[in-house]
T-cell receptor
Framework: AQSVSQHNHHVILSEAASLELGCNYS??????LFWYVQYPGQHLQLLLK??????LVKGIKGFEAEFIKSKFSFNLRKPSVQWSDTAEYFC???????????FGAGTQVVVTP | DAGVTQSPTHLIKTRGQQVTLRCSPK?????VSWYQQALGQGPQFIFQ???????QRGNFPDRFSGHQFPNYSSELNVNALLLGDSALYLC?????????????FGPGTRLTVT
């Protein structure tokens, strides 16, 4: 069965620190990859997505992610976090043409001032 | 431009009862997907509606059913509620149900089964 694994459930870091969240998936075929974010009290919203081409994709708010096909990974990074980056982050994979998303369990990120 | 809206916001039901949740997609979107998000977990795909038909379904029992109306709004029905159905139910809309298009999520309906 396909699965999406996020390595950390909770991450606490200080402002200006760098952030990297791991995501691995188990599927041997073509995948579309996504990172979603849920800020406190807000809807899930798309941070960035990868369909094809340059494996390094840039999203909103200074986030980027790198697709490494050989490692089945799609890790999210931000060089310098802000307090406003406190949120829950979800990695998601789509393996069909209709956009059904399979999500990881999420990582709660807390940025302290 | 209204985004995805869901109603009600919160709902408390008793085990064995039935519940209906509603979703209005973002303007211009014709595809609605439903997800269940249990506490501490990521959203799990329930099913997707396109052109008023269920196009694909996740690993959920037949107690979970849905409907899409001509105006693209959608309902999720759950019969014979179990305690384990307590969760946040998310609706997402997109255009054409293609993975090429972003899915926009609503705020969710928090269902508590007692």
């Amino acid at each position: 069965a396909q699965s999406v694994s996020q390595h950390n459930h909770h991450v606490i870091l200080s402002e200006a620190a760098s952030l990297e969240l791991g995501c691995n998936y188990s599927y041997g075929g073509t995948v579309n990859l996504f990172w979603y974010v849920q800020y406190p009290g807000q809807h899930l919203q798309l941070l960035l997505k990868y369909f094809s081409g340059d494996p390094l994709v840039k999203g909103i708010k200074g986030f980027e992610a790198e697709f490494i096909k050989s490692k089945f990974s799609f890790n999210l990074r931000k060089p310098s976090v802000q307090w406003s980056d406190t949120a829950e982050y979800f990695c998601a994979v789509s393996t069909d043409s209709w956009g059904k998303l399979q999500f990881g369990a999420g990582t709660q990120v807390v940025v302290t001032p | 431009d209204a985004g995805v809206t869901q109603s009600p916001t919160h709902l408390i039901k008793t085990r064995g009862q039935q519940v209906t949740l509603r979703c209005s997609p973002k303007s211009g979107h014709d595809t609605v997907s439903w997800y269940q998000q249990a506490l501490g977990q990521g959203p799990q795909f329930i099913f997707q509606y396109y052109e008023e038909e269920e196009r694909q379904r996740g690993n959920f029992p037949d107690r979970f059913s849905g409907h899409q109306f001509p105006n693209y709004s959608s309902e999720l029905n759950v019969n014979a509620l179990l305690l384990g159905d307590s969760a946040l139910y998310l609706c997402a809309s997109s255009l054409g149900g293609s993975s090429s298009y972003e899915q926009y999520f609503g705020p969710g309906t928090r269902l508590t089964v007692t």
